[in-house]
């Protein structure tokens, strides 16, 4: 665990908070420590900002938040990997490799040095995850209680949370011990998971917002409204292929092991009688992998299913002998290792403090930045980074006296393509920003963009030709 933790944390505090979701969540929670509460369900995650909110009370450091949310994600594989070795019977030298092999997914590397709310979603999935396998194994009212508690705090933090419940039906259907339908369970089991609507709904409601306006997220992103800046506007977008090119190009090729090693274990089920840890794993795995399939798609879309398939590989190594897995295993967190290095560290250094000074110096007053507002923490007012979409707002905001603009290449990243005009004109200064052109960052913005695999990385590689990504347009 100390050696995962160390991965996560290595060089995170010269980065910069990696996306706009992290850095208007850093800029909520201080909203929300000092009692505005306007975005208290941003994303459907109030528990997300108040647990968050007493640290804001100390320090607005981001780098405090973001190294507190990492050590979040490493707890949270330390639950999964605890749970599976206990199990599954793991020696104490195999839970070692367990973790490690797991600790050392690219995706969850890279997703657990950010400020969102998948540190603390993996971390509820994967309680969650040992709740129910406990649920199925003994059918009594504390063990479905339990689970619907880790489902409860889970739709607190993350609205993805509400696909776990058709897998849950299905696994329920497939216990076929009706535990839920018995003494009254399922309304106790509602009432649980309405609680927080009710409650943190109320709190919405003293602070001035409508009592709707949580589901209300629910349904915007089902159905949006209109299409967002990039243009995309749909939610379903069926790609069989997405993520499994994912995992090929960037994940260890251990993972497949994990992914397809269960399927002859599909001939021995028979309905009604237990679930092997196995066939447990692999159907939330699959289940996962299917459903998330369907919608638009960017790596996060599997957040919880990475862990699974590195254990289900670790499970299916046991056959070997001893000095087989040790090898095995350390020759994959090895290469994982170095895929962190290529894609993670060497991308990680920030230039966004060195633009934070020259504008100081040059007594810039507010900015206009091209969609992305990573300059934000490292400006002394709050409100001093303003994000526009297009060339018509930042010639509005040029009209109302602000000077300088930062052409921030994360609207490559993001596609919103509306700044050609901007392009054009000449920088009094230019910066590297190398995450700007990491592949990750943009696959991990596709959901935004409704882009293909193939189309995403096209992008990035036309983002890697610009020698700069942060220039400043003095006006």
């Not at 104490?92 to 998948?118: I, N």
């Not at 607190?156 to 018995?182: G, M």
């Not at 649980?192 to 409508?210: H, K, T």
């Amino acid at each position: 665990m100390l050696l995962v933790a160390l991965v996560r944390l290595y060089g995170l505090a010269d980065a910069a908070l990696p996306d706009y979701d992290s850095v208007r969540n850093w800029q909520i929670v201080q909203e929300v420590a000092h009692g505005q509460l306007l975005h208290l369900f941003h994303h459907g995650s109030p528990l997300f900002s108040l647990l968050y909110a007493p640290v804001a009370w100390l320090t607005t450091d981001y780098r405090v938040f973001q190294h507190l949310n990492a050590l979040v994600a490493v707890a949270a594989l330390g639950l999964l990997a605890s749970f599976i070795a206990r199990e599954a019977r793991l020696a104490g030298w195999q839970t070692a490799l367990l973790t490690l092999l797991m600790g050392t997914s690219l995706f969850l590397t890279f997703s657990g040095r950010d400020f969102t709310m998948s540190s603390w979603s993996l971390l509820c999935f994967a309680g969650l995850l040992r709740a129910y396998y406990f649920r199925l194994q003994h059918a009594t009212a504390t063990t479905l209680y339990r689970a619907a508690g880790w489902l409860m705090v889970g739709l607190c933090f993350n609205y993805k949370f509400l696909l776990t419940l058709p897998i849950l039906s299905v696994l329920e259907w497939w216990q076929a011990d009706n535990l839920l339908w018995r003494n009254g369970h399922w309304w106790r089991v509602a009432a649980l998971l309405l609680a927080p609507y009710l409650v943190l709904g109320g709190v919405g409601v003293l602070a001035g917002l409508p009592w709707y306006i949580w589901p209300a997220i629910y349904y915007k992103v089902a159905f949006p409204e209109a299409a967002n800046a990039a243009g995309r506007a749909a939610t379903i977008r069926p790609d069989g292929l997405y993520y499994l090119r994912y995992l090929w190009d960037f994940e260890s090729g251990i993972v497949w092991l994990g992914l397809l090693g269960p399927l002859l274990g599909l001939l021995r089920l028979r309905r009604g009688a237990a679930l092997p840890l196995e066939m447990y794993l692999a159907v939330w795995g699959w289940c996962l992998l299917a459903g998330m399939s369907l919608l638009i798609k960017a790596p996060r879309g599997l957040l919880w299913a990475y862990g699974i398939w590195y254990a289900l590989a670790m499970l299916q190594l046991r056959q070997l002998p001893k000095v087989g897995i040790v090898v095995v295993v350390l020759g994959a967190v090895g290469l994982n290792v170095r895929r962190i290095q290529q894609e993670i560290y060497a991308y990680s250094p920030t230039s966004y403090p060195a633009v934070a000074a020259w504008l100081q110096h040059h007594k810039a007053g507010p900015v206009i930045s091209t969609v992305g507002i990573g300059l934000a923490p490292f400006r002394s007012a709050s409100d001093s980074v303003r994000a526009v979409f297009s060339d018509q707002q930042a010639a509005f905001l040029r009209r109302r006296g602000h000077r300088y603009l930062l052409l921030d290449n994360y609207w490559r990243v993001t596609n919103v393509a509306a700044f050609d005009s901007l392009r054009r004109l000449p920088s009094v200064a230019a910066w590297p920003e190398p995450l700007l052109t990491s592949p990750l960052l943009f696959l991990e913005h596709s959901e935004f963009t409704g882009l293909s695999y193939e189309q995403t990385l096209a992008r990035q590689r036309a983002a890697h030709l610009d020698s700069a990504q942060l220039r400043i347009i003095r006006w």
